[in-house]
Structure formats: C-alpha cells, structure tokens
C-alpha cells in the first residue's frame, strides 16, 4: 500500500470511531436520562422512605455492555499492537501512545489507592442496603475503593476526551 492509500484508511477508521464514540455517547446519556426520570422516585416498599428507581437493571445492563466491550477492545488492541508492532525499535519514541498508557494505569493506581485510603477511615461505618444495616468492614471497604476508583477514572476520562476532541485535527 502506498503513502495515499494509508492516509485514506486512516482517515475512515477516524471516522467510524468518531461515530461509534458519539453514538455511545448519546445511547449512554438516553440510559442516564431514562434511569433519572422514569420511576427514579418510586418509594421502595419495605422502606417508603427510600427511593427505589424503576431501570436500575437498565443502566446495570448498559455498564456491563461497555465493560465487556472495552474489555474485548482492549485485548484487540493489545493484540494488534504485538502483531504489528513486532518491527518497530523497541528505542523508538511511540508519543502518544505511551502517554495514554501512563494516564491511564496512573489514574488506576490513584483511583484504587484514594478509594482504599477512604476505605479504610471509612470501615467502621454502617452502611444502609435496602433498610438494613450492613457493617462488614470489607463490604464497605470495597465499596468505597470502586466507588473513587470509578469517579476518578470517570472525571480522567472526560477530560481527556474532551481534550483529544478540541485538539485534534480536523
């Protein structure tokens, strides 16, 4: 393949990631959207007052659809990356690449640290499940690690996203 040909399907593969990032983008603020305003405020029957949203399963089911395919995408990309990979100089600088790297296991590692550490002051506390107390300290524990892991790696990633979408060329 020559230089042109190259460049061309480059420039579709940016595309179809651009559409396939936005349509995630839109179905993923439909389930947010949906989750907040249908049946968010049904009182839950064993305990009226607390709240009982009617699409947990919804919004449950969309997580898990992006982890998976995240996941899958990953071990593609780490794959194609050794295949193709496998002639480059392992002296060359890969620019972008490692950077995003870097980001992204550092904000891991910050994330799931900052979560134990609030874990940790936080094991003593009772935590309420659904009008029952729950105080197992690796419970809440684990709870508080994912819960900053996740924001951490949430609030990372839109940054970075945005950033990538104002920079990059057009």
Do not use: R
């Amino acid at each position: 393949m020559d230089k042109v040909q190259v460049i061309c399907a480059q420039d579709k593969v940016e595309k179809i990631s651009k559409i396939v990032l936005w349509s995630l983008i839109g179905v993923s603020l439909v389930v947010m959207a949906l989750f907040l305003l249908v049946g968010y405020n049904t009182p839950y029957e064993e305990n009226p007052k607390q709240v009982d949203p009617q699409l947990t399963d919804l919004l449950l089911i969309w997580t898990y659809i992006l982890i998976f395919a995240t996941i899958i995408i990953t071990i593609g990309a780490v794959i194609y990356g050794f295949v193709n990979g496998s002639n480059k100089s392992k002296h060359e600088d890969t620019g972008m690449a490692s950077k995003a790297g870097l980001i992204g296991w550092g904000t891991l590692i910050v994330g799931v640290v900052a979560g134990l550490i609030v874990g940790f002051a936080n094991k003593d506390e009772v935590m309420l499940i659904n009008g029952k107390d729950w105080n197992d300290p690796t419970d809440i524990i684990l709870t508080d690690t994912s819960i900053i892991a996740i924001l951490i790696l949430t609030i990372v990633t839109v940054i970075v996203t945005a950033y990538s979408m104002i920079t990059s060329k057009k």
